[in-house]
Structure formats: structure tokens, C-alpha cells
């Protein structure tokens, strides 16, 4: 146990003061804080008087008060002679970290603890010998002088308390400022956000009207073609069986500029037939009239069936048609009529923008997927138009080498009919050396589509 600080005897009630005063030096010298320090000299005081009023101390040795330090704790040990009156002893407990009170037949023994701050200096083994010498040295002061600095902390207690006040309205005027400034933003913003959200509404609403136009002007031009192609389409035939009668050899026989006119009629209604009927198509592709007749189609069949109706057509006597038949099974589910429509169509074109090498058709599955290719050796297509090529009437400039017309409408055709099967269609190509056109299709048809 460490030597004790500073050890006192209190026998009077002047003693008590002397206590409290000592008491609240040695805190002060230890490093306890302000009010820690008042405290511990309030506790003292109190179990004081309780001592006294308890026993009569006049007569022995009278109340021992020792104070010590065990880092970081501050202790104060009472000892006093046995009870006499057998009162409680004052409930001090708030003002100290820790009390115990033993009551026996050699006499009351009472500890106070009070932790010293992290903050405080550091009470070295020096140190404590100079506190001890200091305390030792001054002098206890009266009554009446500890009652004149308990007045003193007491009204500094009060100033502090008046102080804490004033702080405190202080930051409860700010608080009230910074929360009618968040509610005035607040206010602001939800007025923006609110403004905001109408024009966002507003343009959607007009969105949606824009679309709806556009869908209405999309359908009336989709029956418009499909309306004028289907009338023009009768008085077309007509027209190409009225010059095939003229030319016929059962007619009157027809001179030669007018056998040749009747020629050039018939080749015009034929190309004019030709692109009603193309329109006609696409009209129907695109009005949703078309509806694939879903079934499982074998790939080798309509390769076989594409094999022996496109290579009737003329085609350049350097160019070789390809068709290499898929490893059975090739089975995909699809439209078997559509799926050739789409294949003839990239084959014709192939043919018709080749004059040297081959066209070859393949088909290839990876699982999920069967990817049908049509590649030629022909005038490939320049990188910029290779989007092109699936809008309306869109055709390269410079035309086919093989001096083959076209109406511009059998890609973006294809390309529909692909998309209603549930797959896609692109193209890869480079001018000068071909173009390869992929249909991709899924296996199992187009979800939802197949039942
Ligand atoms: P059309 O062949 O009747 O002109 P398409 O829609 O089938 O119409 O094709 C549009 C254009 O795309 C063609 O005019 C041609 O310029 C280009 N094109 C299509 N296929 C090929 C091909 N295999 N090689 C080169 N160009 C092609």
C-alpha cells in the first residue's frame, strides 16, 4: 500500500471544514476535475458530520481520514471508533465511484474511491512525494475562510451553470434558424421536383400521342400498299396476258417494231407484277396478317426443295451453287414455307450479285441455335450501306453486275419474316471479295409462339 498523501484526526465540528478544505486540495492535486472535486469535498463533509453525531470522538483517538493514491484511483480511508447511536450512514454513493462501509467491534472503517482522469499529469512516484510535501506545508485554513471559498465555488458553479444556459439557447436559436432554412429548402425543392415531375408527365403524355401517330400513319401506309398492290396486281395480269396473246402466233401476225413493243409491254407488266407483288408481301409481313405455321421443319428438306428450284434459274455460267445439306437430324421448329421464302430470296440475291465462284448455303447448330449461311464470292456490299440494305427500296448505287433488276424490298422482307420466326438476319461483307448473309434461328422456335 502506497504512503498516504495527507492523514488527519477529526474530533469537532471545526474539524469537519478542515476535511472538506483538505479534502478538496488533495483532489485538486491529484487531477480530478472541478466538480469531481467539489464532490469528494461534499462526501467528506458529510460522512464527517455523520461521524460525529454518531460517536463521541472527543474522548480516543478520534476519526483518521488517510488519502491515497493507487493509479489511477484516489482513495480516502476513515477510521472511527464503534458506533454509538447506530444511525445510517449519509447515502453519499452519487458523489464518489465507489464506498464501502464496514461496521465492527473495533470500529467503523469507510473507503471512498474516485477514478482520476486519463487527462490528469501523471502521478509518478516524484511526484507524489512533492504533492505530499506541499500538503503538508500549507497550512489548513479556518471555517470561516472554507465557507468563503465554498460561497466562492459556489457561485462559480452558478456562473458555470448561467453559462451552459446561455450555450444552450444559444444553440437552440441556430437549431431553430438551420431548421427553418432546411424546411424553406425543402419547401423549394419539392416545389421544383413537383414542377419537374408535371413536365416529365407532360412529355410523356405527348411521347405517347407521337407514338400513337406514328403507329396510325405506319398501319394507313401499310393498307395503303397493300390496297393499291392488291388493286394494281389484276389489271397487271391482265395486261401481261392481253401482250402474250398479241405475240402469240395464232393473232395477226404483228410487224417487227411492233412485235418488239409488245415484247418491252410484257417485260414492263412482268417487273410491274414483280414489285406489286413484292409489295404485297411486305404489306403483309408488316400489318401482322402473316402468321407462321408453326411445325417441325427437317432442314435438309427445304435445302433439297431450294437446290432444285434455284439452280433452274439462270444464273452466270461461272457461278456454282452450292447447297450443302445439315448432318441429320436438322430439325428446327419453324414455318418450312416462310424459312424457304427467306433462303430463296438471299440465294437469288446472291446469284444476282455474283459472276465468278460460287453461292454456297450451310447450316451449322450450337445447341440452342442453328445458323443458316448464304455466302458468295460476288461484289460484296460497302460498309456503309450494309444497314441500308434492309430499308424499303434501298439498293446500292451502281446496280447488279449481272445486269439483274430488283425492286429493293427482298431484304427488308426477309428480314421481317426472319423476325416473325423468332431469330435474326445480318449481314457480313467486303466489297470485291462477297457478302455473307447469316439467318439466325432458335432451335425451338419462337417462345410462346410455337404452341
Ligand atoms: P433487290 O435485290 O430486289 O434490289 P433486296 O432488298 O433484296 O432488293 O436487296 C437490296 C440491295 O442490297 C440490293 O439492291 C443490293 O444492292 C444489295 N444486295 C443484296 N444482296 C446482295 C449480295 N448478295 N451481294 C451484293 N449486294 C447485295
Redesign the pocket.
Given at each position: 500500500m502506497t504512503a498516504p498523501l495527507l492523514h488527519m484526526i477529526l474530533r469537532t465540528e471545526a474539524d469537519v471544514f478542515v476535511v472538506r478544505q483538505r479534502g478538496r486540495e488533495v483532489a485538486a492535486a491529484v487531477g480530478l476535475e472541478r466538480q469531481d472535486q467539489v464532490r469528494l469535498a461534499t462526501a467528506l463533509s458529510e460522512i464527517g458530520r455523520y461521524l460525529l453525531n454518531d460517536r463521541d470522538l472527543t474522548a480516543g483517538a478520534g476519526a483518521e481520514f488517510s488519502f491515497r493514491v493507487e493509479a489511477p484511483i484516489l482513495h480516502v480511508d476513515i477510521a472511527a471508533s464503534p458506533a454509538q447511536r447506530k444511525t445510517d450512514p449519509p447515502h453519499i454513493g452519487r458523489l464518489v465511484d465507489e464506498m464501502t462501509v464496514h461496521d465492527g467491534p473495533d470500529g467503523t472503517r469507510i473507503r471512498m474511491s474516485r477514478r482520476i482522469p486519463i487527462s490528469a499529469p501523471a502521478l509518478t512516484a516524484d511526484h507524489l512525494a512533492a504533492l505530499r510535501d506541499d500538503l503538508a506545508a500549507s497550512a489548513p485554513r479556518t471555517p470561516l475562510d472554507e465557507m468563503a471559498g465554498q460561497n466562492e465555488q459556489l457561485l462559480t458553479a452558478l456562473e458555470e451553470t448561467r453559462a451552459h444556459r446561455d450555450e444552450l439557447a444559444r444553440l437552440n436559436a441556430e437549431l431553430e434558424e438551420t431548421n427553418r432554412g432546411v424546411m424553406a429548402l425543402y419547401a423549394q425543392l419539392s416545389g421544383e421536383l413537383e414542377e419537374t415531375n408535371r413536365g416529365v408527365v407532360a412529355l410523356y403524355a405527348e411521347l405517347d400521342e407521337r407514338s400513337a401517330q406514328l403507329r396510325a400513319a405506319s398501319e394507313a401506309k401499310t393498307r395503303f400498299l397493300a390496297n393499291v398492290s392488291h388493286e394494281l396486281r389484276a389489271p397487271v395480269t391482265a395486261v401481261i396476258g392481253l401482250a402474250r396473246l398479241l405475240e402469240d402466233s395464232s393473232s395477226d401476225p404483228l410487224t417487227t417494231d411492233q412485235a418488239h413493243q409488245v415484247k418491252l409491254i410484257g417485260l414492263s407488266a412482268a417487273e410491274l407484277l414483280r414489285l406489286v407483288n413484292?409489295l404485297l408481301d411486305l404489306a403483309k409481313a408488316e400489318s401482322g396478317t402473316i402468321v407462321p405455321d408453326w411445325a417441325e421443319v427437317d432442314l435438309r428438306a427445304v435445302f433439297g426443295e431450294l437446290r432444285g428450284t434455284v439452280r433452274a434459274m439462270a444464273t452466270h455460267p461461272d457461278v456454282e451453287l452450292v447447297v450443302l445439306d445439315p448432318e441429320p437430324p436438322a430439325l428446327v421448329r419453324s414455318d418450312a414455307v416462310l424459312l424457304a421464302q427467306i433462303l430463296r430470296?438471299?440465294l437469288?440475291?446472291?446469284l444476282?450479285?455474283?459472276v465468278a465462284g460460287e453461292v454456297r448455303m450451310t447450316a451449322d447448330n450450337d445447341g440452342d441455335m442453328w445458323s443458316l449461311r448464304?455466302a458468295?464470292t460476288?461484289?460484296?456490299?460497302p460498309e456503309a450501306?450494309q444497314d441500308r440494305?434492309?430499308e424499303e427500296f434501298?439498293?446500292?448505287p451502281?446496280?447488279?453486275p449481272t445486269g439483274a433488276?430488283?425492286?429493293?424490298?427482298?431484304?427488308?422482307?426477309?428480314k421481317r419474316l426472319v423476325t416473325l420466326l423468332g431469330g435474326g438476319l445480318t449481314?457480313e461483307?467486303r466489297p470485291g471479295e462477297?457478302?455473307t448473309?447469316t439467318v439466325r434461328l432458335p432451335v425451338g422456335g419462337l417462345s410462346g409462339g410455337s404452341a
Open positions: 413484292d430470296n438471299l437469288h440475291n446472291g444476282k450479285f455474283t448464304v458468295d460476288g461484289v460484296g456490299i450501306s440494305i434492309f434501298y439498293q446500292v451502281g446496280g447488279s433488276t430488283g425492286t429493293g424490298l427482298g431484304l427488308p422482307y426477309a449481314v461483307s462477297g457478302s448473309f
